[in-house]
């Protein structure tokens, strides 16, 4: 998905890849972060912010929950984290990150509510009354009044399978009311997923369904409840180039998280001001008639991979670039496939990818690079795909 604008983009990135791997310095089965890049990509995002008036959460879970890369992005100009699941929020808070958004998208356990609102998060997103209430106890037991985000549904919104959930608009008032009881919480602002959307078709980000429910509910509790709103959150592809379409809605935050790594779908298209800034690499296993088959651990399948490079060195893999045979429902990941056809492709050889992902789904290894934006790479640390330290 993003091989050509990386090497176009970051071929240093590549190039640095390949070095490690063939080194033996990293395994196949390792992402391969470009901390520069990375630092770079958070202050254009900040520097976008500003410009507009928006508040950004970095979102960490496509890099693995990883404490390190979130303290450099909070270095750079984006102190507080959305936690898109507990476990991410208890990784983050221990490492000391700041959290901003706690339960969107997934709601916090029962027993962990008391642990997660120790680390203070600013915000967290509720899909019930109940969940309310149980946040209120702790909250109360805390002596403190916790501010929640309401996940709003409209009819006609975007929903993803096992993503369901949240107040529907004809409830939302009802349920307002009663969460307006509760002593230890208070109604901050309202949220959906996804807010918007790179149409493929297009070749562009829209607004969905779910951003103008979100603008809706806003002005219902507004009007109807007098409930004064400090947040908007609109989630889903935050980026330089929709910052100011976030702004123009009437959001007040966004949750950057490809776009720190330069890999939303809309970085394949030019003129992006993220730098790519992520790459997996792999390494031949074997080969059977015209298929090569790569070590896998790390492969995603909403991934939209259509090659890679294979080979022994970066000038010789730039030109060998090798279309990535699709993988059928039932897959598991061993391996990714390749289709060989007359490529000199050899066990051994490492083979780099560029795709869209989500590491705190895989199994894989992260390698944290820096110094390749001025010549002089190093490799820093190696996590595994929950933020944990292994070397």
Not at 212 to 229: C, M, Q, R, Y
């Amino acid at each position: 998905m993003f091989v050509p604008v990386t090497l176009e983009r970051n071929p240093s990135l590549i190039e640095t890849a390949v070095t490690l791997h063939r080194k033996g310095e990293i395994r196949p089965n390792t992402y391969v972060l470009d901390l520069d890049a990375i630092a770079f990509n958070t202050r254009q995002l900040v520097q976008a912010a500003d410009q507009n008036g928006l508040n950004l959460y970095m979102m960490t879970k496509q890099i693995g929950r990883n404490p390190e890369v979130a303290k450099l992005i909070a270095a750079n100009g984006i102190e507080r984290a959305v936690a898109v699941d507990p476990w991410e929020a208890v990784t983050l808070g221990r490492a000391g990150i700041q959290l901003g958004n706690v339960g969107h998208l997934v709601q916090i356990p029962s027993r962990m509510i008391e642990e997660i609102l120790s680390y203070r998060p600013e915000v967290v997103t509720v899909f019930s009354v109940k969940k309310a209430e149980e946040i209120s106890q702790a909250a109360e037991k805390m002596g403190r009044i916790q501010k929640l985000l309401l996940k709003v549904v409209g009819r006609h919104d975007v929903m993803y399978q096992g993503q369901q959930g949240g107040f529907r608009e004809d409830e939302l008032i009802a349920a307002a009311r009663a969460i307006s009881r509760l002593s230890g919480v208070r109604i901050a602002g309202v949220t959906a997923f996804p807010c918007l959307l790179y149409r493929e078709e297009k070749g562009r980000v829209e607004p969905t369904a779910n951003a103008h429910t979100v603008l809706s509910s806003a002005e219902k509790l507004s009007s109807e409840l007098g409930i004064p709103l400090e947040q908007i959150n609109m989630p889903s592809a935050t980026s330089v180039h929709t910052i100011p379409m976030l702004a123009e809605l009437g959001a007040t935050h966004g949750e950057p998280g490809h776009a720190l790594t330069g890999t939303t779908p809309l970085h394949q298209k030019e003129g992006q001001a993220e730098l790519p800034a992520m790459v997996y690499v792999s390494e031949i296993s074997h080969t059977d008639r015209h298929v090569a088959y790569a070590y896998g651990g790390g492969f995603y399948r909403r991934s939209h991979a259509r090659c890679a490079l294979v080979g022994k060195d970066f000038p010789e893999m730039r030109r060998r670039v090798v279309p990535i045979r699709e993988t059928p429902p039932e897959y598991i990941d061993y391996y990714g496939t390749l289709e060989k056809g007359t490529h000199p492709i050899e066990v051994g050889d490492t083979v780099i990818y560029a795709f869209r992902t989500q590491i705190f789904v895989t199994r894989s290894e992260v390698a944290l690079v820096e110094g390749i934006q001025s010549g002089n790479p190093s490799l820093r640390a190696v996590y595994d795909s929950s933020g944990k330290k292994l070397r």
